[in-house]
């Protein structure tokens, strides 16, 4: 090989990591744009999703003829594609609710959004509505028997009724709905200091119903 050659590819392997968003796929990317967009305990409209990613990889999702014009279609497309668990089940959510990451998107995201060599990485802060509702379920859970149970070290003769209680969900929150629900508690409260532990561990008894 020749010295033209090999600094050729040498360049071309250079500007595959220093480009901004050339790393990520279109559904990693969305999934990213809910995550700065604070969809780990919120959902997020669909159009949000399409002005942040556009900002995250300009000119990605955005149509040929037009290209100052984001496709929303695309956007919808990969928002759809990030729900499916063969490709890795990064989002729950429709286009009328809005989207919020799964657990494995938020793993992901927060694994990989330094990756993005982008001006503004800032994540969307929480709202007083948000923070209100967060110290409001913490308040509620702290004084529950499954918490009372899990400080005396009594976690294992926690009841399914009383993880239930827990989350605030019973047998007619069931399938998906009850998926959402663990989620956006999961998501809020995975890494709290004081409920991290029992929320990850109940929620594995009471997922499936």
Known sequence: MNFKKTENILKLKNNRHSNDSAIFSNIELVTIAVYLLGGDSKY??????????????????????????????????????????????????????????????????????????????????????????RNREKTRMLPSKAYEKYTTNKIKSITPQEAESFFRIDDYITGKARERKLTLIDNSFGSDRDLGKLVKKLAKKVKRK
């Open 44 to 133: 997020i409209d669909t159009e949000d999703i399409a002005i942040k990613v556009n900002e995250l990889a300009p000119g990605r999702f955005t149509w040929r003829k037009y290209p100052d014009q984001i496709n929303i279609d695309n956007v919808r497309k990969r928002l759809s594609d990030a729900k499916n668990p063969q490709k890795g089940e990064y989002l729950l959510g429709s286009f009328k609710q809005g989207w919020i990451l799964s657990k494995m998107g938020l793993k992901f995201s927060r694994k990989r959004v330094k990756d993005l060599k982008v001006a503004n990485l800032e994540r969307t802060p929480l709202t007083r509505k948000e923070i209100v509702w």
